[in-house]
C-alpha cells in the first residue's frame, strides 16, 4: 500500500500544480466565451436589420413606380374630360380621376412613412455598427491577453498532465475515481496529511490516536470520517501547513 500512497501523494502535488496554473487564467476563458457569444448575437441583429432595409428601399422603390403610373393614367382622364360628350360621361371620367387622386395620395404617404422607417432604421444600423466595433475591440483584447497566459504555462501544463498520465496508470481505475470524485468535491484538495499530529489536514478534525497510528503506518486507504478526503502520513506537507498556521 505504501508505494501506492506515496503515488497518491504524488498525483495530488501535480493536480495542486495543475490548479494553481490554471488559476492564473481565472475567468478569462468563459469571458473570451461570453464575448463571442455577444458578437454573434450583435451580427445576428445587424444581418436582421440590414434585410429590413432591403426590403424597405424595395417597397419604396415599387410604390414611387406606382405612383407614376397613376399619374399617367390621371393625365390620360384629364385630356379624355376634353373628349366627352354629354354629362354622364363628364361625371365618369370625373370619378374615376377622383379614384385616381385618392390613390396616389395613400401611396404618397406610404412612400413617407417608409422614408421615416428607413431613417430610423438607418440610424439603428449605425448604432449597431459601432456597438459591434466596440464589442470586436474588447473581444480581441481578452482573446490576446487569455492566448499570452495560455503561452506562458502551455509547456508547464503539458509536462504535468504527461506526468499524471504516467502516473495514473499505476493505479486501478476504482480507485483514480474515488481519488478524482473526492479532488472535485473538495476543491482540487483530495489528499491530506495528517497535521499537529493528530488532525486531518483537510478539514482539521481530531482523529482517535488508533486512527493517528494507522495512517502512520501507511498500510491502508483511510478517508476522513468527517469531510472525506485521503489521509496520509506525510511530516514534510503537515511542517508546511503547521507553519502557514
Ligand atoms: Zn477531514
Redesign the pocket.
Same mark, same amino acid.
Do not use: M
Given at each position: 500500500m505504501r508505494p501506492l500512497l506515496d503515488q497518491l501523494i504524488s498525483l495530488q502535488d501535480i493536480d495542486s500544480e495543475l490548479i494553481k496554473l490554471r488559476s492564473i487564467r481565472g475567468d478569462l476563458p468563459q469571458q473570451v466565451k461570453r464575448l463571442q457569444d455577444e458578437l454573434s448575437e450583435i451580427e445576428e441583429k445587424l444581418n436582421t436589420q440590414e434585410q429590413k432595409l432591403l426590403l424597405f428601399k424595395k417597397e419604396q422603390d415599387i410604390t414611387k413606380l406606382e405612383i407614376k403610373a397613376l399619374e399617367g393614367k390621371q393625365q390620360k382622364y384629364q385630356s379624355q374630360l376634353f373628349e366627352v360628350k354629354n354629362n354622364r360621361e363628364y361625371d365618369a371620367v370625373t370619378m374615376e380621376i377622383e379614384n385616381v387622386k385618392e390613390n396616389v395620395d395613400q401611396k404618397e404617404e406610404r412612400l413617407l412613412e417608409l422614408m421615416d422607417l428607413d431613417q430610423e432604421l438607418q440610424k439603428s444600423i449605425e448604432e449597431i455598427k459601432t456597438e459591434l466595433t466596440e464589442k470586436k475591440g474588447q473581444a480581441k483584447t481578452k482573446d490576446g491577453q487569455l492566448n499570452s497566459l495560455l503561452k506562458k504555462t502551455e509547456a508547464e501544463e503539458k509536462t504535468l498532465e504527461e506526468k499524471r498520465n504516467k502516473l495514473v496508470a499505476l493505479f486501478q481505475p476504482r480507485m483514480i475515481s474515488t481519488y478524482n470524485r473526492i479532488l472535485k468535491a473538495k476543491n482540487g484538495m483530495a489528499v491530506v496529511p495528517i497535521v499537529r499530529n493528530c488532525c *486531518?489536514g483537510? &478539514?482539521y478534525?481530531s482523529l482517535p490516536p488508533q486512527r493517528v497510528m494507522e495512517i502512520r503506518d501507511m498500510e491502508q486507504l483511510i478517508l &476522513?470520517e468527517? *469531510?472525506g478526503?485521503i489521509i496520509v502520513w506525510d511530516e514534510e506537507k503537515a511542517s508546511k501547513m503547521d507553519d502557514a498556521d
Open positions: *486531518c483537510g &478539514c478534525k &476522513c468527517n *469531510c478526503r
